[in-house]
């Protein structure tokens, strides 16, 4: 590892960070080696990674110094915040400073800060088309990261931000994928109207920062937006059809219905496809396929996800 520039991955054992650490190690030649940040190295996937050939390092993003530690030697490093473990924006800001001073304090070369928009910008708080959350938000988990973009440049890091898209991996893991309606025809159901949304695989996240990375100073100081492909609603249920092999329809519900669906976190998320809706020009022309697929030539769309990962989703 000592001729190869040290890469320290937060979340590595989740999507964004995970996608980044197997970039890297699927690139033996590529001049760099990863440091895998877990809470708990003795898990299973902390063991999987340093199975693979990950230097996996005991640290909490909610722990400067134990960041100071894990950074200590390091070339860059990947930030991510992790809201939906705990639904806290001004923890998310929190640890983002931690990373930010960690890295500032390790004299890193190049940080990528995986982030989002802040909504307010164009929903300020005064606008009522959709609440205010939390007090002082629109979108918490969009909010608190584009907030916590001045953390890093603040300092004077080196740093590039990378702004992601909606996952395609929450058709499986969060409770998006098709269900059966009343007439037990599969749907999936979005208040996007006719709008398109920017998604992408998760894997492909991390295989983009890596091109990020792998470019040297070319994208410091900028902000690059990532996406695998725009679709609306209709599209993308056209294509659980052609993928399930049965019918699946888009449903649109106005947001306020879908900020009522009660589970945790629906309101924030029934802020984020309205905002994604009403400033669809924005959304879109914000995260480019295109400079995606030219830092990762093996970027998916949503079919070839889809024929890879038809069978994890559950269908209700």
């Known amino acids: 590892m000592a001729d190869k520039k040290i890469i320290v991955v937060a979340g590595a054992t989740g999507a964004q960070g995970g996608g980044l650490v197997n970039a890297i190690l699927n690139d033996p030649n590529g001049g760099f080696a990863v440091r895998a940040l877990t809470r708990d190295v003795h898990s299973d996937k902390a063991k999987a990674l340093a199975a693979k050939g990950a230097e996996v390092v005991a640290a909490d993003v909610d722990d ?62 005064t606008d009522n088309r ?60 979005f208040p996007m109207g006719d709008k398109r949304l920017s998604g992408m695989a998760s894997d492909d996240i991390g295989k983009c920062a890596y091109g990020i990375f792998k470019r040297g100073r070319e994208y410091i100081g900028k902000t690059v937006g990532i996406a695998g492909e725009h679709l609306t609603g209709a599209q993308m249920a056209a294509s659980f059809t052609k993928a399930l092999g049965r019918p699946v329809r888009y449903n649109d519900v106005p947001p306020e219905v879908y900020r009522g669906f009660g589970f945790p976190g629906a309101d924030d998320l029934g802020n984020m496809f309205q905002y994604d809706r009403d400033f669809e020009a924005q959304c879109v022309a914000a995260r480019s396929i295109d400079v995606s697929r030219l830092l990762n030539p093996a970027l998916q769309t949503f079919d070839q996800w889809l024929a890879q990962n038809k069978s994890r989703i559950p269908l209700e």
Request: hydrophobic share 40%; net charge neutral.
């Open 130 to 189: 959709m609440p205010t959350l939390l007090g002082k938000y629109k979108v918490p988990h969009f909010d608190a990261k584009g907030e916590s973009n001045h953390l890093f440049s603040d300092v004077g890091l080196p740093v590039t931000c990378l702004v992601t898209s909606f996952f395609w991996e929450n058709f499986i893991y969060f409770g998006m994928g098709p269900k059966k309606g009343p007439d037990g025809t599969l749907g999936i159901t």
């Open 64 to 125: 400067v110094e134990s960041l100071k530690r894990a950074y200590a030697g390091a070339y860059g490093a990947y930030c991510v915040t992790f809201f939906w473990n705990h639904l806290s924006p001004e923890r998310e800001t929190a640890q983002a400073g931690h990373m930010a001073a960690a890295a500032k304090h390790a004299g890193l070369q190049h940080v990528i800060w995986s982030t989002l928009e802040d909504t307010r910008t164009l929903v300020p708080l």
